[in-house]
């Protein structure tokens, strides 16, 4: 999708954010907005949103001095995940669909997002609500299909933290089906979103391949991918693509394609004619 | 109060919303938020928000050509808060104490505001929560004391539609005491802030007299004021200050104003202890 004009205060908001955990320094915050503040005009509002994202944040990490200032918040979520994986597993694998309970876990961890996200989740009610709640934008019985005539499936995660409920998702597909299941994650550190390091924290690594994908884009811009991701890309019978800045930026791309996310703001969910913080399972094609 | 960082991507989000009311033409919006974007290595951040808020909405109609975007809405706001007078008036006179009532409900007009408000407010809901509910911030006791002693007020009027909240509060302090009142409303047309044009409508004036500011900033910025508005300020025995914008621009001037608002932002609520949304009427020297 395109960035729209709704963007840019979002991105603003955003850039501040993240130079406050980067700084305690105001005067160095005042220069990151600043910054941004000089790059508006340059925006070209028909590449995705997490495009420009990548661009403020490279700024902000520039200016500040700090590359990483998600790392311990990135530490803390996935320890509060797997702190929870035992008993999630429970309730998956006692559920009468452990599929689809496992698809509302995934999308509920995507609640995990510094970015786009205004207010900051209670995880633990979030799951709760998920589970107990339909999703808002259901595809699930398509992917149902779809996750059974697959056999290779590519899984495109997002954030810390939420890997460990991409974990139980990835352990429920690969339980139900043979299939073979590649797991991507941004190459660099950028906002909270999982890095080959989150992988073997919550020791996805240890249950199907884990690769890094080329780009420290807060989504998958495949032109900026490494040639074996767009490969896995182009040749995978499925893709699951969790979370906001992964449907950003592969929503107008052609492939067979599931978007697990909660959205986040208003101009990803009233296009999909649902609210902000509602659940979504949709495909590609519908 | 100064401006914050916070503010800044919040005058985005205000200037796109104003110049998508003033005109459908996506490139006339987009030179909106670059010229912002121009301004903000140029905020100074030791005046108020709505000094820079009067700065960012005169780019905003002059870019537009549209120097009144909230004409209609304004008129909306006043239509449908004079529909619902005759009742507020029953409310107020039927209840055990009617200045407090109307307190109440001049705070809940408050929730008509088309500036720093994220989401639009159901109004109907607002006066019922609001009647139904303490202060959050309570300084009435002292507020109902003030009244009782002042011979003379100064009420400084914030938004069409909620002037006619306001109007349910001065003609209960009136009914109440011997004081004389004068009502305060701006120059010239700044978001939905009401001007002499509203005090019209709503027949404020033939209740007291109500005079404009001199300045077309969304709030009261005494160094803009007319000399008459400045010298009733400084001789009054009391005032009363509505909205948000007037505490932002009169929170660190030393007199005996009354604070009526609901908080909009965490920037005004934080330091308040309340939340986004909780009704406000806090004493200057509180």
Known sequence: MKT????????????????????????IQRRVIDAVAGMVPDFPLDITPPQIAQRVYRAVYEITGNDDPYREEKRHSNEKALSLYPQLKEIVRGSDDPLLTACKLAIAGNSIDLGPQVEPVDLDSTIATALASPLSYDNYPQFRREIQDASTLLYLADNAGEIVFDKLLIEEICREER???????????????????????????????????????????????????????????????????????????????????????????????????DAVLKGQTD
Chains 1, 2 share one sequence.
């Open 4 to 27: 729209y004009l709704d963007c840019i205060p979002c991105f603003f908001r955003q850039a501040l954010g993240a130079a406050r955990v980067a700084t305690d320094d105001v005067d």
């Open 179 to 277: 299939i073979d299941v590649t797991v991507v994650v941004r190459e660099r550190p950028i906002i909270n979103d999982a890095t080959m390091e989150d992988a073997i924290v919550v020791v996805l690594n240890q249950v199907v391949p884990v690769i890094s994908n080329g780009s420290d884009a807060p989504a998958t811009v495949l032109s900026q991918c490494s040639t074996e991701v767009r490969d896995i890309f182009n040749s995978a019978d499925l893709i699951i693509a969790k979370g906001q800045g992964n449907y950003e930026s592969l929503s107008d791309v052609p492939a067979n394609i599931f978007f697990l996310l909660r959205a986040k703001c208003p101009v990803v969910a009233v296009p999909l004619s649902i609210r902000v913080g």
